[in-house]
């Protein structure tokens, strides 16, 4: 089992540009949830997709939107990036209804 | 509000001595805590969490509901122990959902 996967392992953009990072997630699991994690801070929540449909969301502006397919894969999509969207993006997979996670080794995303 | 709090960005100890990581949490429901442990070029993954009540590791963590404070503890601090700590919140479980807070992390150096 490959656990959760995430692809691209780094990214550069430019301002402005819009970026998509994907997420395949362990074997099993049916729920997705994106974290932003900038230098020196915590992982924060972006949103958890479940069924196709985001199901909870932080506080992130619109600009950020994802999606999830049919097999549970999942994709973050940013929009107008801005310099203070670079960080690393985790991605973390769980089975609806049980409380474990289970993270990938994330994307870094670069904004020059 | 919902917050966790990692007052020390770096807790730097000998090898052998004992090891204290401090976590205080804000939540005004009835809280589900985590530490997170993130080795060097490792992803981010599960040490402990308080309901199970164990010891992973030489770890243990108490969730002290009159401080809101989840510290994690080990008696004898090894090397191998280096790396970035998080503590997490679980916030609203009920209905499936699966949201973590973390905080901003403790960098744990342990010197031989």
């Known amino acids: 089992d490959a656990g959760v996967t995430q692809s691209p392992t780094h990214l550069i953009k430019t301002r402005g540009q819009q970026v998509t990072l994907r997420c395949s997630p362990k074997?099993?699991?049916?729920?997705v949830s994106w974290y932003q994690q900038a230098l020196g801070q915590g992982p924060q929540f972006i949103f958890q997709?479940?069924?196709?449909?985001?199901?909870q969301r932080g506080n992130f502006p619109d600009r950020f939107s994802g999606h999830q397919f049919p097999n549970y894969s999942s994709e973050l999509n940013v929009n107008a990036l801005l310099l203070g969207d670079s960080a690393l993006y985790l991605c973390?997979?769980?089975?609806?209804?049980?409380?474990?996670?289970?993270f990938g080794s994330g994307t870094r995303l670069t904004v020059v | 509000a919902q917050r966790v709090t990692q007052p020390e960005k770096l807790l730097s100890v000998f090898k052998g001595a004992p090891v204290e990581l401090k976590c205080n949490y804000s939540?005004?429901?009835?809280?589900?805590l985590f530490w997170y442990v993130q080795y060097s070029r490792q992803r981010l993954q599960l040490l402990l969490r308080h309901i199970s009540r164990e010891s992973i590791k030489g770890f243990t963590a108490d969730l002290n509901k009159g401080e809101t404070s989840f510290h994690l503890k080990k008696p004898f601090a090894q090397e191998e122990d280096s790396a970035m700590y998080y503590c997490a919140l679980r916030a609203g479980f009920s209905g499936g959902y699966n949201k973590l807070i973390f905080g901003a992390g403790t960098r744990l150096a342990v010197h031989p």
């Open positions: 973390a997979s769980s089975q609806s209804g049980t409380r474990g996670y289970t």
């Open positions: 074997s099993g699991h049916d729920t």
């Open positions: 997709y479940y069924e196709e449909e985001e199901r």
């Open positions: 939540y005004s429901g009835s809280p589900e």
